[in-house]
T-cell receptor, first 110, second 116 residues
């Protein structure tokens, strides 16, 4: 069973545009939802995270929107920059482990 | 800034050989994890480790895999008899408290394992 579903698989955005990546989760016991950014050849690095008692969290150009009833959460990258080009993974924590989405490869065109 | 380190960065081995992947977690962290990422695919949980024993493991973590914290600083993943399908990037992570208790994970740069 796929615990976390992520879409789209890839995304191309023009510089200055908004990048939106969506995730849906299965288990209501999940209690923490991070987003990771991964550059080629590197390990995932925490970007921003949210808990289910909050509907939105913003850190700089990055915002997580969380819909508990729909079991969905999304990452919005405002004013996307070429340096944001990377693979983004959503994750959900439960049962002492993290379940990752399948990843979204973001390409921000100059 | 403290970071998780992993060695080697790339390991090439023959099918059937044993490999040991090494990690040095952040020094005051108590929980340790191994994940793998097959090329182009998602990150998959393998095992979590606390207080010198396995806390959780996935169905991927079968009898061919073992983990150990041989001293106060290293955390190792051993694959006894490697298969072609073990070729992947292996990430170590550590956290100060358990993932279920609010612990944020910090990932190492990974070891790329290539099984020929």
């Amino acid at each position: 069973q796929q615990q976390v579903k992520q879409s789209p698989q890839s995304l191309i955005v023009q510089k200055g545009g908004i990048s939106i990546i969506n995730c849906a989760y299965e288990n209501t016991a999940f209690d923490y939802f991070p987003w990771y950014q991964q550059f080629p050849g590197k390990g995932p690095a925490l970007l921003i995270a949210i808990r289910p008692d909050v509907s939105e969290k913003k850190e700089g150009r990055f915002t997580i929107s969380f819909n508990k009833s729909a079991k969905q959460f999304s990452l919005h990258i405002m004013d996307s920059q070429p340096g944001d080009s990377a693979t983004y993974f959503c994750a959900a924590r439960g049962f002492n482990k993290f379940y990752f989405g399948s990843g979204t490869k973001l390409n921000v065109k100059p | 800034e403290p970071e998780v380190t992993q060695t080697p960065s790339h390991q090439v081995t023959q099918m059937g050989q044993e490999v040991i992947l090494r990690c040095v977690p952040i020094s005051n962290h108590l929980y340790f994890y191994w994940y793998r990422q097959i090329l182009g695919q998602k990150v998959e949980f393998l095992v979590s480790f606390y207080n010198n024993e396995i806390s959780e493991k996935s169905e991927i973590f079968d009898d061919q895999f073992s983990v150990e914290r041989p001293d106060g600083s290293n955390f190792t993943l051993k694959i006894r008899s490697t298969k072609l399908e073990d070729s992947a990037m292996y990430f170590c992570a550590s956290s100060p408290v358990t993932a279920g208790g609010g612990g944020e994970q910090f990932f190492g740069p990974g070891t790329r394992l290539t099984v020929l």
